[in-house]
């Protein structure tokens, strides 16, 4: 059953906590992506990896590190040093030099 | 120039009606438009997608019309129902970059 998962769907964390989000995918996909969506503003691109061992920041990448040691795997942390972290997080993939993004089901975060 | 602008943010339509989504782009380098379907709670599914090399693209009830020279595109859903309510998503990206710029989403609710 191929796809693209994320877990945990809710976490919730405290202020000042460091927290990772995972993101799994076998599609077999080169590039992988990471965004944030929050009420009213569409998806906003956090950091996106285009093959293994190299990753780009995005539009709002301050706050956030992302690794990529496996071409499946592209988790998220989210650092103390995020200052509005509470969002719903999503995944996605694609094949390289192809257009279409393949969207997980998100992990929505809430930090108090 | 990098924005994808999107309109209405909310539309009411009745069973059956048509409904219309529009957006407006500045970058003429884009060459990818994609629609996007989000339900809530869940990750956003690729719907249909147009390159500016043909003005329109029907796909079931869901047509793509897109006018080059005046830098837009629209969504038509046509018979609408209950199950299409939904938050769309317009977006681009450009040939070489593997990034989609989003629209601000468009959140449909159709009335029985």
């Known amino acids: 059953d191929g796809g693209i998962t994320q877990s945990p769907k809710y976490l919730f964390r405290k202020e000042g906590q460091n927290v990772t989000l995972s993101c799994e995918q076998n599609l077999n996909h080169d590039a992988m992506y990471w965004y944030r969506q929050d009420p009213g503003q569409g998806l906003r691109l956090i950091y996106y990896?285009?093959?293994?061992?190299?990753?780009q920041k995005g539009d709002i990448a301050e706050g956030y590190s992302v690794s990529r040691e496996k071409k499946e795997s592209f988790p998220l942390t989210v650092t103390s040093a995020q200052k509005n972290p509470t969002a719903f997080y999503l995944c996605?993939?694609?094949?390289?030099?192809?257009?279409?993004?393949?969207f997980g089901p998100g992990t929505r975060l809430t930090v108090t | 120039q990098q924005q994808v602008k999107q309109s209405p943010q909310s539309l009411i339509v009745q069973k059956g009606g048509i409904s219309i989504i529009n957006c407006a782009y500045e970058n003429t380098a884009f060459d990818y438009f994609p629609w996007y379907q989000q339900f809530p709670g869940k990750g956003p599914a690729l719907l249909i997608a147009?390159?500016?090399?043909?003005s329109e693209k029907k796909e079931g009830r869901f047509t793509i019309s897109f006018n080059k020279s005046a830098k837009q595109f629209s969504l038509h859903i046509m018979d609408s129902q209950p199950g299409d309510s939904a938050t769309y998503f317009c977006a681009a990206s450009m040939h070489g970059t593997d990034k989609l710029i989003f629209g601000t989403g468009t959140r449909l609710q159709v009335f029985p």
């Open positions: 147009i390159r500016p090399d043909v």
């Open positions: 990896s285009q093959i293994v061992n190299d990753f």
């Open positions: 996605a993939s694609s094949p390289l030099e192809t257009y279409e993004q393949y």
